[in-house]
């Protein structure tokens, strides 16, 4: 983005010794920062891209050495990485620690956050905008054209969790069928 200073890319450790290569900080830290983009933290980001680059699992004493992160950090971050199903916990054979490796399969990582984050969120829209409707029908007075207007923005958000829930299902998103199915749906109410 033109303009936006991305932080720098840590490239060495809190002695100073070198820690990630640069072109691993580098690529490390991009993803931290869609994921922060995202509304997710971006040491989470971060974590899974270490995972996910040097694809194989590491214990968090690796993880908090490599990317500079304290062990509380670690811990709570790999915690929220394995409950989004994006890290997942593995035990190697004589080790007493446990390791963790990256989820690899993008859409399932994906629909994995999709169903447990926006799924329920547009639920929750949905809700509210038909909770709202029910009380605007039976407030007297209401302009019927505020009424038209509220019945479409239900409209979308019922049309908005549809296409969601079938993305979830077949890991494709058409927004042309979403946008279509909304027109459809309002003519049809003029009518």
């Given amino acids: 983005m033109k303009g936006y200073l991305w932080p720098a890319p ?18 490390v830290d991009a993803v931290g920062n869609v994921i922060e983009f995202w ?12 995972l996910y680059l040097r694809g194989q699992a590491l214990a968090a004493s690796e993880i908090e050495r490599e990317i500079s992160l304290s062990k509380g950090a670690v811990s709570m971050l790999l915690r929220d990485l ?9 035990r190697s054979p004589g080790a007493a620690a446990w390791l963790y490796a990256a ?10 956050v999709i ?3 926006e799924a329920a969120f547009l639920e929750r829209i949905r809700d509210d905008l038909a909770q709202a409707r029910r009380l605007a029908r039976a407030t007297p ?8 207007r509220l019945d479409r923005m239900a409209a979308l958000a019922e049309q908005t969790e549809r296409a969601v ?7 494709r998103l058409d927004v042309g069928q979403l ?11 003029r009518r």
């Fill in 39 to 50: 509304g997710f933290k971006r040491n989470q980001g971060r974590v899974w891209a270490l």
């Fill in 103 to 112: 989820e690899t399969e993008f859409m399932k990582m994906v629909s994995r």
């Fill in 10 to 27: 840590a490239a060495r450790d809190e002695a100073g010794a070198a820690a990630l290569p640069q072109w691993e900080a580098i690529a």
């Fill in 115 to 117: 169903e447990q984050r």
């Fill in 141 to 148: 007075g209401v302009d019927p054209e505020r009424l038209e």
């Fill in 165 to 171: 829930r079938l993305f979830l299902r077949t890991a």
């Fill in 179 to 189: 946008f279509g199915a909304l027109r459809e749906r309002v003519s049809a109410r």
């Fill in 82 to 90: 394995e409950r989004w199903g994006v890290v997942r916990r593995v």
